[in-house]
């Protein structure tokens, strides 16, 4: 790394100083599952070797990560399955409320799912075994599939987490591309919460059909801190500038056609995910930047139809988004050509 990069790296990471978690107000943990073991029936699963966990919130001894803080926080699970003849089904639960699910119904399957939700200071998440299922999740002190995560996006009370827009009472905090004032930044502290947080997830609960170009309606939401995501459009729009980071998933309900969606960001298509078997399970992820008022979707590859599932209680298909940090094009400076980010003091 060039002195100047990690010069540049030091004056970006000190204008986000008030609005990601830095220092002692850093919440992350990731543990992962260095031997197989059998679980049987709501069975909370624990992840034996902890890659880190500052702010001491995931307990070892319990597989359960408690929040320090409240805030919004950031969760991701994956799971092998090392049966032959049983299927893996895995559930994210806050406290003793379902969150999103993962399955796998073949020989050494693997799936993983994502989601943003809001966390009280103490409130418990953890991933379980589906009740009424038994099946072995695979692992080797050299092969680590299993893993669960999470981080705090940022700190704020429930009042603070509804899911409205939350930039209607700070409009100009922080202005795109600049350090927020002092004066702005001592109202963000007195509030106690990150201003400039923009975070949603949202999940299907219903088995749809998806025709070509289609784009999916993940319909509950489990948090839209920014407003930006559109539940009846299943469109996101960029209540802020910056750079983002995107993940989404997918479960294929067809025994006899490819799943294949596409993640899109106006009429640029960024990734896609695909599932040539029957109840497979497919995610693909995304750091971009997106100016203000741009849009990302998922949507049905052009030629392509097939039926996602989804139930209530099985929620595997999400669209999960937050901002990493606020910045303008001409800061992010990403280069079509060439799909590198620079950073660069003035005129370039």
């Not at 200071?121 to 299993?146: C, H, I, M, T, W």
Request: net charge negative.
């Amino acid at each position: 790394m060039s002195p100047i990069t990690v010069f540049l790296s030091v004056v970006l990471a000190a204008c986000l100083v008030n609005g990601a978690p830095t220092g002692n107000n850093i919440v992350a943990f990731s543990a992962g599952l260095t031997h197989t073991i059998s679980v049987t029936s709501g069975e909370v699963i624990t992840f034996d070797k902890v890659f880190t966990n500052i702010g001491g919130g995931y307990d070892l001894t319990s597989g359960q990560f408690k929040a320090p803080k409240s805030g919004i926080y950031a969760f991701t699970i994956h799971g092998y399955d090392a049966n032959v003849d049983k299927a893996m089904w895995i559930e994210l639960k806050k406290n003793s409320e379902l969150l999103v699910s993962i399955s796998g119904y073949d020989s050494h399957s693997s799936a993983g799912n994502s989601v943003i939700v809001y966390l009280s200071a103490g409130e418990n998440v953890y991933v379980q075994a589906r009740p009424n299922q038994s099946f072995s999740l695979f692992g080797k002190a050299d092969q680590v599939y299993a893993t669960f995560s999470g981080y705090m996006i940022g700190e704020m009370d429930r009042s603070q987490s509804d899911s409205y827009n939350l930039f209607n009472q700070f409009p100009n905090f922080p202005a795109a591309g600049k350090c927020p004032s002092s004066t702005v930044s001592q109202t963000f502290n007195d509030h106690h919460s990150n201003k400039h947080v923009v975070a949603f997830a949202a999940g299907l609960t219903h088995t749809s059909t998806g025709n070509s170009g289609d784009t999916v309606r993940f319909d509950k939401i489990f948090t839209n801190i920014g407003g930006g995501y559109d539940q009846s459009t299943g469109v996101f729009t960029a209540p802020k500038s910056g750079i983002y980071k995107f993940d989404f998933h997918a479960y294929d309900a067809n025994t006899d056609r490819a799943m294949w969606l596409e993640l899109v960001k106006n009429t640029e298509l960024l990734v896609s995910l695909a599932g040539f078997n029957s109840h497979s399970s497919a995610g693909n992820s995304v750091i971009i930047f997106v100016g203000q008022g741009e849009s990302v979707f998922v949507k049905v590859r052009q030629t392509q139809s097939f039926t996602l599932f989804g139930q209530k209680n099985q929620v595997y298909g999400t669209f999960v988004g937050h901002l990493i940090g606020e910045m303008d094009m001409a800061q992010s400076d990403v280069s079509p050509m060439t799909g590198s980010n620079h950073f660069f003091f003035g005129q370039h």
